[in-house]
């Protein structure tokens, strides 16, 4: 599976940035999409994840300012960046877990994919 993720870049507090990701290759289903962000000397964290269902979940820090969105027959997924803080300043990546063929589906084990990160710059 490989994922190719767009759209980071720089932008003053108050703006806006969308990030896209596209997941192709072979795999089973895709279970969740969703993007992860790192600062330097920090651990990646959780900022927003969605369900094949479409249920959704935030990071406490971004919520009401980004939002999470998914195309399930192109496999894609887009965070909506509204409002941005100096704080949001981070490497921003693509997640993505999936069952890579039927039987880990009945097994229950998952897989999950990163993609390369992008830089999300927010100047103050």
């Known amino acids: 599976v490989q994922l190719q993720a767009s759209g980071g870049g720089w932008v003053q507090t108050g703006g806006s940035l969308r990030l896209s990701c596209a997941a192709s290759?072979?795999?089973?289903?895709?279970?969740?999409m969703g993007w992860y962000r790192q600062c330097p000397g920090n651990q990646r964290e959780l900022v927003a994840v969605i369900t094949t269902g479409g249920g959704t979940n935030y990071a406490d820090s971004v919520k009401g300012r980004f939002t999470i969105s998914r195309d399930s027959a192109k496999n894609t997924v887009e965070l909506q960046m509204n409002s941005l803080e100096p704080e949001d300043t981070a490497v921003y990546y693509c997640n993505v877990v999936t069952n890579v063929n039927a039987q880990s589906r009945k097994d229950g084990r998952t897989t999950t994919y990163w993609g390369k990160g992008t830089q999300v710059t927010v100047s103050s």
């Open positions: 290759g072979s795999f089973f289903r895709i279970i969740t």
